[in-house]
C-alpha cells in the first residue's frame, strides 16, 4: 500500500489525480465546515451576481452562493458515485462469476440480458425509469446500477472463464476444492485491482450521467445542490450570466481529470505486463 | 466464421426481441394515460375511450406485445394515431438525421482521436502527452448540452461560422454538412478524448508486448513498428468501443438535437415518451436497439475477424 | 410603470429609425446576418418559430395554438382577431356579421372568395359544413366545447346564413368565431377526403397554401394566389418548430429566424443591447400559474392550513427569481384585458409571516407540518417551487418538491388513472388559455372533480355562476360574475394565484409583425418593412 503511493508519487500526472480526488473528497466530506453560506439558503436581492470576495463563484437565481453549492454538490456526487459503483460491482461480480463458473446455459441467459441492457440507449431507459416513480437521488442510482452492472460483469466473467481453464485450477477442482473456495481465494484477488480501476474510471462518467440526467429534469430533487443542477439552472440563464456553467464545469472537469489520472497510474502500478515492459 | 456470423446475429434478433418486449412493459407500467395526453385537455371520456381502443390500449399487455411482434413481421410497425401516419414512415423519416448526426461525430472523433493516442503513446511522458493527456481526459465528461450551447454561442451567434438550428435544406447537401458541423463536434467531443486515452492505453500495452519487441530487436524502424504492428493491435479495443458506443451517442444525440432542434430519433424517442405516444415509442426503440446491435455485431464481426481467440468464445 | 415602457418604446423606435436610417447611408453588407431583408433564391421568405410541430390541418383536430398559428394563415374564417394591444376583431371572409338575437348571429360572405384545388366559390354551406361537422358527435372533435351550445347553422341563401345557439353564447366572438373552430373548409373536398384531413389539406382559402411538413424541422407555406385578400406578402413561410427558448434566441440571433418569442430572462439584456436591427417588444400573456390545493386530502382538508400556506407563498420573490422580473403577479386566472379580471386579489401577493402563522396556529399545527409539491420540471416551476420551499419554511411549513416528467405531471389528478390523485397536496400548475373568461373557469367546476380540477375544489354557487356567466350577454354583469367566481376559489383556501407570465418577442426589422393582444403571432398578417 505504501509502495503504492510511493509510486503514484513518482507519476506526475498520478500525483495530480491523487491530489485532485482528496481534494474532492476532503472537501466534499468539509463541505458544512468550508461553505461560507448555507447552500440552500434564498437571497433574492443578492441573485445572479459575478464573482467577489463575498462569493467566490457568484450567485444563482435564486441568490444561492455557488462557491457551497459546488462544495455540497461533491458530496451528492460522492455519495452518488460510491453508492451506485459499489452495488453495481457487487452484483456484477456475482453475476459475472456465475456467468463464467455456471453452466453454459446459464451463462448464455445472463450474457443476453447483459447485452439487453446495453442495448437500450441510457436516456431512453433513464425517462421510462423516471416517469415511473419520478426523479429522485435514488431514481438515479438505481438507473447508473442498472445500465454499470453488464460492465463489471464482463470483465469479471472473462477472468474467471480465463482462471477456470488454468491447470491449476483445474487440478484443485479435481482434487474436489469447492466452487467457493476456488472463487474467493484464486478469481476475487485477480478481478479486485481491474475492477478498481474500472470503477474509479467510471465515476466522472456517472457524474456526468446526472449532470445529463438533470438537464432533462429528471435529476435529484430540488432543493439539492447537485453539479448537474447547478449546470442545468445555468443552462436556463446563459443569455443572464456564464458563472453559474463555469461553477458547475469546474468540478466536473477537475474531478474527471483527478479519477482519470489516477486510475491510469494505478492501472500501470498493478497490470505487471505494462510494468515489466517500461 | 460463418457459424460464428450466424451464431452472432441470431443472438442480435433475440437480443432486440427482449429488449423491445422489457420496454413495452416499462412504459406500460408507467403513470400517464396516452389517450389522453394525445387528446389534449378538451376530451370528452368517450372519445378517450375510443381512443384508447384505437390504440389497441383496452386489450391486455401480453396481447398487445404479441399484436405488435405480429405486425411486425407482415412489415407493419402500426399507424401513429395523431397524425395518421404510419409509424415506419415517422422513424424512417428521423434516422437519417440521427445516423448521419453519429457517424460524422464518430468519424471525427476517430480521424482526431487516435493519432492523438499514438502520439501520445510514441512520446510517452513528454510535455506534448502530459498536455494532450489532460486536455482530452477534460474532454471526456464535458457534458453534451454544455457544449452544444457554448459552440451554438461562438460558432454561430458571435463568428456566425455556421448556422444554428435545423438541419439544413433538403437537397442541399452543402447546406445539410453546415448543419451538421456543430451538433457531431457538441456529441463527438468527448470521443475525441476518450479514443486518444484509450488508443495511448493500448498502444502500450501492445508495444510491451514480445513480437513488437522482437520486431524491435530485429531493428525495423521505429516508424515501421508502431504503424505496421503496435497501432494494427491498438485499435482493437478501439473497435469494440466504438460499436458499443453507438448506444451512447444515441443518448447523446437526444441532448444536441434538443438544443440545435435538429430532427432526429433522439428527439422522437424523448418527445414520443413524454407524451406516451405508444406506436411511436415501440417504433423508433425497435429501431434504435437495432441500431445499436447491428453495430455491436459488426464491432464483433471484425474483431472476430482480426482475433480468431474471440470466435472459440460464442 | 406602464408610462415607461411606453417611453421606452418610442426611444427604442427613434433609435430603430436611426439604425435604419444609418444602414441605408451605409453598405447592405455591413449589417450581417441579422437584418438581411428574407430573401433567399430571389424568394421572399419570412422565418418564424413555433414552440411545437404540427400535428393536424383539421380545425376538428387542431391541438391549439401550433396548429392555429399554421390553419389561420391558410384558411378563411368569417372574422379574424385584429392585430394590436387590444382584443377585437375584423372581417374576413364575412362581408357583414351581426348578434341578430341573443342565440343566433346572422353572416354573409364576400363574393367570390375561391378554395383551391378546383373545389370552387366558398358558399354560405361551407360555413354550415365546417360549424356543424365539429359538434357532431361522429366527428369526435376534440374541440367541439370551443363551440358551446351551438345547434345549427342555416343557410339562408347563398352566401347568407344564421348560427343558431340553443341558448346564448357570448364567447362565440371570442374563442370560436376568430379561433380554431372558426376556420371555414371546403365542403366538396372534405368529402371528397372522408370527412377528415390529417397532416395536409385538399383545399385553402387563406392568404397562404400548405406546401410541405418536414417532421420536426419546419412547415412550409406558400403564397395563394387565388387568395381573394389580393397578393399575400411573402413567397413562403417557413415556420420552425423549436421548444426550447434559449435555442430560439440563439437561432434568431444567429439570422436563422426572423420573428421568435424569447425567454423571459433574456429581457433585461436584450433591453440593455438589443441584437443589430431587431426589436423587442413586450407582450401581457394569458397564461395563468397558480398553487392548487387539494381540498379532499387528509392534511389539506384543513382550511386554515390552506390559507396559511396561501400567505406563507411570497410571489413578488417568484416574480424575479422565476421570471426575472418580467412577469407581473396575477390576481386570479383572468388576465388584465379579459373580462372578468379583478383589479385585486384577496390575499395580497406578498407573504405575510403573521397572518400565516396565526392561520397555522388555527389549524393546530404550529409545531410545524409537512406537505408535497408536485411540480412539472421545466426551470421556471422549479425555480418557484424552491422559493415557495422556502418562504414557507419560515412560518414552520416544510415542503417536499416532487418533480414529474411531463406525461407523469399531466396525469396527477386524473381519477380514472389510479389512487394518485389522492396524495396530491399542493399543485404548482399553469394552463393555457383562450381570449374569453369562461375558458378559464370551465375548469374549476364540481363536474371537472378527477379530470381537470385536481384541487376536487366544489362550491355550489361556483358551479351555478359559472353556467350562468357564459351564457351572460351584458359585459357588466358578466365582469362581475366572473370577478365573484375567483373571490370564491380564493375564499375557499384552495387557491394561490402566481401570475399570468408574459410574451417577449422579438423580430428582425425587416419584418412588420402583426399579434393578437397576447403577443401569439398572427403570420397572416405579418409584412415586410
Known sequence: MLQAIKRICGDPLGLVGLFLVALMVLSAVLASVIAPYDPIALNIIDRLQGPSFKHLLGTDQLGRDLFSRVLFGGQVALKIALISISIALCIGVVLGMIAGFGPRWLDNIIMLLFDTIRSFPTVMFALATVALVGPSLSTVVVIIVITSIPTYGRVVRTQTLSIKSNEYIQAELAMGASTFRILSMHLLPNVVGPLFILASMDIPTVIALEAGLSFLGMGVKPPTPSWGSILNDGYNLIRNTPWPIIAGSIPLVLVTLGFTFLGESLRDLIDPKLRKSL | ?314 | MKKTDQKNATLELSRRRFIQASGALGVAAATGGMSQVVFADGKKILKVRAYGDLRSLDPAFSQGVIDEEIQSSIYSKLIQYKPGREWGYQLDAAESIEQATPTTIKFKLKEGIMFTGGHGEMTAEDVKYSFERIIAEATESTNKPDWGTLKEVTVDSKYEGTIVFDEAYPPAWNIALPYIVGNIVSKSAWEKAGGKVDTTTPSVSGPYMHKAWEPKQRTVLARNPDWHGGSAEFDEIHILPIDDESTAQIAFEAGDLDYTRVPLGSVSNLKASPPENSTLEEYPSLFYVWVGMNVENEQLSNENLRKAIQHAIDVPSIMQASYFGAAQPSTGIIAPGLVGHREKSLVAPEMNIAKAKEYLAAAGMEGGVTVTLDVLNKAANVTTAQVIQATCAQVGINVEVNLHESGAFWSLGDSSAGERYKDIQLILNRFSMAPDPSYATAWFVTEQKGIWNWERYSDAEFDKLEAAAKAESDNTKRAAMYEKMQDLMEESGAYRFITHEATPVIYNNGVKPAFRPDGLPLFRYFASA
Open chain 2, 1 to 314: 466464421m460463418l457459424i460464428y456470423c450466424i451464431k452472432r446475429i441470431g443472438l442480435g434478433i433475440l437480443i432486440v426481441m427482449l429488449a423491445v418486449t422489457l420496454l413495452f412493459f416499462m412504459i406500460h407500467l408507467v403513470p400517464g394515460d396516452p389517450a389522453r395526453i394525445l387528446l389534449g385537455p378538451r376530451a370528452t371520456p368517450e372519445l378517450i375511450a375510443s381512443m384508447s381502443q384505437q390504440l389497441g390500449l383496452d386489450k391486455p399487455l401480453p396481447i398487445q406485445i404479441l399484436m405488435f411482434f405480429a405486425n411486425l413481421f407482415r412489415g407493419d410497425m402500426g399507424m401513429d394515431v395523431i397524425t395518421n401516419r404510419p409509424v415506419a414512415d415517422i422513424v424512417f423519416g428521423q434516422l437519417p438525421y440521427t445516423l448521419s448526426l453519429i457517424l460524422t461525430a464518430i468519424i471525427g472523433a476517430a480521424l482526431i482521436g487516435i493519432p492523438l493516442g499514438c502520439y501520445s503513446a510514441i512520446n510517452r511522458n513528454s510535455l506534448a502527452d502530459r498536455v494532450t493527456g489532460i486536455l482530452s481526459v477534460a474532454c471526456i465528461t464535458a457534458p453534451a448540452f454544455v457544449v452544444a450551447l457554448y459552440s451554438l454561442l461562438i460558432f454561430a451567434v458571435y463568428l456566425k461560422w455556421f448556422p444554428a438550428v435545423g438541419a439544413g435544406e433538403k437537397g442541399d447537401f452543402g447546406d445539410q454538412v453546415a448543419h451538421l458541423v456543430l451538433p457531431a463536434f457538441a456529441i463527438g467531443l468527448s470521443w475525441v478524448g476518450y479514443l486518444s486515452r484509450l488508443v495511448r492505453a493500448s498502444m502500450l500495452e501492445v508495444m510491451g508486448e514480445n513480437h513488437i519487441r522482437t520486431a524491435r530487436a530485429y531493428g525495423l524502424p521505429e516508424r515501421l513498428v508502431v504503424f505496421r504492428y503496435a497501432l494494427k493491435l491498438a485499435v482493437l479495443p478501439t473497435v469494440t468501443v466504438i460499436g458499443v458506443g453507438m448506444g451512447f451517442l444515441l443518448s447523446a444525440a437526444v441532448f444536441t438535437e434538443i438544443v440545435f432542434a435538429r430532427p432526429g430519433l433522439g428527439k422522437l424517442i424523448f418527445d414520443s415518451i413524454s407524451t406516451r405516444n405508444y406506436p411511436v415509442v415501440m417504433g423508433s426503440v425497435l429501431v434504435s436497439t437495432i441500431l445499436f446491435v447491428i453495430s455491436t455485431t459488426i464491432s464483433d464481426l471484425i474483431n472476430a475477424w482480426l482475433d480468431p481467440r474471440i470466435r472459440a468464445s460464442l
